[in-house]
Nanobody
């Protein structure tokens, strides 16, 4: 089992940057595929980015490609999401999640463990 705690959210102007962090507990962090999802008010939760267990493979939703970067540090049991060139449409609660699967995945149903979320607000 793993527990996830996000941090780093906040209010930023359009064009700015934020770095989200997710700290994990448990002994087997490196065995989990990690992902970031987000949910805007009145909208369904959507996939943002995922990273393989080793960190060698990453995938992004099209709307954040070239602006967001997911990374992980297995020794520190942490995964991060660097968000640059933020847009008002990036405003949402961002969730870190862990999946007990072999390959990086964008499917929310594959993720068994979720953090509590952190609010990101981008003003225009």
């Amino acid at each position: 089992q793993v527990q996830l705690v996000e941090s780093g959210g906040g209010l930023v102007q359009a064009g700015g940057s934020l770095r989200l962090s997710c700290a994990a507990s448990g002994r087997t962090f490196s065995s989990y595929v990690m992902g970031w999802f987000r949910q805007a008010p009145g909208k369904a939760r959507e996939f943002v980015a995922t990273i393989s267990r080793s960190g060698d493979n990453t995938y992004y939703t099209n709307s954040v490609k070239g602006r967001f970067t997911i990374s992980r540090d297995n020794a520190k049991k942490m995964v991060a999401l660097q968000m640059n060139s933020l847009k008002p449409e990036d405003t949402a609660v961002y969730y870190c999640a862990a999946a007990e699967v072999l390959l990086a995945t964008s499917r929310a149903g594959d993720y068994k463990y979720w953090g509590q979320g952190t609010q990101v607000t981008v003003s225009s």
